[in-house]
């Protein structure tokens, strides 16, 4: 397989990305590089983008062109599966909850994943209870601990966001991608998800595309702007939000600080 001589400290780099759709541009040789360790958010206004972007990285789509490098390795032509067993999981990849299962169940049927492969709801929860540990030290990453015994289908919105989060670092992850974490939840989840992500980033690599720019601002090591499917500034959030061109993007209105 390719390997790519960059940085030993990107994590992920992409080079001259694009994507067509029956002739029409989404995404425009973009260029990107992922440190490792760091928070990134990809953002940009509506239609800029984003969702295409995020989609080619995680190889729900295939580009038109450009190379997509993971670890030096070119994953480009890989399946999810295959990129997800080296170690870049999207939040969605593994499962939605079991709204009938517990808190704790969801996790156990997540690790089985990395026990085999393959889901034995069948088996007694005797057989399972070697995954009981390490699904409570899954919890407790993310603050979910408590609720262990609830039915996943009683949590608040913001909770099973976090339940989906653990079930996704089941599977160990080095690189975690979340598409707009917080989309949807009030201030109180808002700021309980934030929390959750910064504990998630101590020990993983973050891409996030997200449109709160306040959890932007907040949480983000380095910020890629996207508009029009090219990437059009990339900085820290003080750089980005200084630049008149990202407050034109965003309808003249100036990001917040």
Not at 9 to 29: H, I, M, P, W, Y
Not at 34 to 58: E, V
Not at 68 to 77: E, H, L, N, S
Request: charged residues 20%; proline residues 4%.
């Amino acid at each position: 397989m390719t390997q790519n001589a960059s940085d030993p400290n990107t994590l992920v780099e992409v080079r001259g990305l694009s994507k067509q759709f029956a002739g029409f541009s989404a995404v425009k040789g973009v260029d990107l590089s992922i440190q490792r360790g760091h928070i990134h958010a990809l953002i940009g206004p509506n239609g800029a983008g984003k969702t295409t972007c995020f989609n080619l990285l995680t190889k729900v789509l295939e580009p038109t062109s450009g190379r997509i490098y993971f670890k030096g390795r070119d994953i480009t032509q890989m399946s999810p599966a295959s990129v997800a067993r080296l170690g870049m999981v999207r939040s969605f990849q593994i499962s939605a909850i079991f709204p009938t299962l517990t808190v704790l169940d969801n996790i156990r049927v997540a690790l089985q994943r990395t026990h085999g492969g393959t889901f034995h709801f069948w088996r007694s929860d005797k057989a399972l209870a070697s995954l009981t540990e390490p699904a409570m030290a899954l919890l407790t990453d993310v603050g979910l601990q408590e609720a262990a015994d609830t039915v996943a289908g009683e949590l608040s919105y913001g909770r099973k966001r976090a339940l989906e989060i653990a079930t996704t670092l089941a599977l160990d992850p080095e690189m975690l991608l979340l598409d707009e974490p917080t989309s949807g939840m009030g201030l109180e989840d808002v700021s309980a998800t934030a929390q959750l992500i910064r504990r998630v980033s101590r020990t993983r690599t973050i891409l996030m595309v997200e449109h709160n720019l306040g959890v932007v601002a907040d949480l983000a090591d380095r910020i890629t702007v996207l508009v029009g499917g090219e990437v059009l500034v990339e900085g820290s959030y003080e750089k980005v939000s200084q630049d008149e061109r990202v407050m034109a993007a965003y309808i003249g209105c100036k990001v917040p600080s």
